[in-house]
């Protein structure tokens, strides 16, 4: 079945690179989004990358998908507190436009 | 400011209760979805609409009663909700069903609390 998941909790120094790690199970999927949650606020798109790609860079974030272990991560480099958000990870899957989400890594970062 | 607007943005109600939560999107997108977000699970896909005709309906309680009238509003009827229904939901919008590269817009919720 369809699954993405995520670890819950990351915690990092201000300054330093943070690295988010999501999995998933649909191997036809064609687009792995991140998305970032801010408290009180929806969803926002962070960033994608199509699944031809190995590798995806804008400005401080940078994509690595690894197709053959179905792994994706997110690294944030010289995080910022303006970073601590929750951070979802979502695959394609299915028709249309069926977004399946992990359950959200939380980014605390401090000083 | 994405583009979509829900409200209200918190909503308390008895189980006996009906109320509606509200969605507007000013991007001239043709698809709209309800999501719900809760302590328990990631986010699930509860209604597609595409041009104003649902298209997916994920298994949700008939307590849960979509409605959208025109291509910029969608709206979730609640009715005899229960405690468990306490969540938030999340409205979002994308240009078309369909495509290959769909980037969603989200709301930034409604907080339901049932008690």
């Known amino acids: 079945g369809e699954d993405v998941e995520q670890s819950l909790f990351l915690s990092v120094r201000e300054g330093d690179s943070s690295v988010i790690n999501c999995t998933y199970t649909d191997s036809s999927s064609t687009y792995l989004y991140w998305y970032k949650q801010e408290p009180g606020a929806g969803l926002q798109l962070l960033t994608y990358i199509f699944s031809n790609m190995d590798m995806k860079q804008d400005q401080r974030l940078t994509v690595l998908l690894n197709k053959k272990d179905k792994h994706l991560s997110l690294r944030i480099a010289d995080t910022q507190t303006g970073d601590s958000a929750i951070y979802f990870c979502a695959e394609k899957s299915g028709g249309y436009n069926k977004l399946i989400f992990g359950a959200g890594t939380r980014l605390a970062v401090h000083p | 400011e994405t583009g979509v607007t829900q409200t209200p943005r918190h909503l308390v109600m008895g189980m006996t209760n009906k109320k509606s939560l509200k969605c507007e999107q000013h991007l001239g997108h043709n698809a709209m979805y309800w999501y719900k977000q809760s302590a328990k699970k990631p986010l699930e896909l509860m209604f597609v609409?595409?041009?104003?005709?649902?298209?997916e309906n994920n298994s949700v309680p008939s307590r849960f009663s979509p409605e959208c009238p025109n291509s910029s509003h969608l709206f979730l009827h609640l009715h005899t909700l229960q405690p468990e229904d306490s969540a938030l939901y999340l409205c979002?919008?994308?240009?078309?069903?369909?495509?290959?590269?769909?980037?969603?817009?989200f709301g930034s919720g409604t907080q339901l609390s049932v008690l």
């Open positions: 609409y595409s041009l104003e005709e649902r298209v």
């Open positions: 979002a919008s994308s240009q078309d069903l369909g495509q290959t590269n769909e980037k969603l817009f």
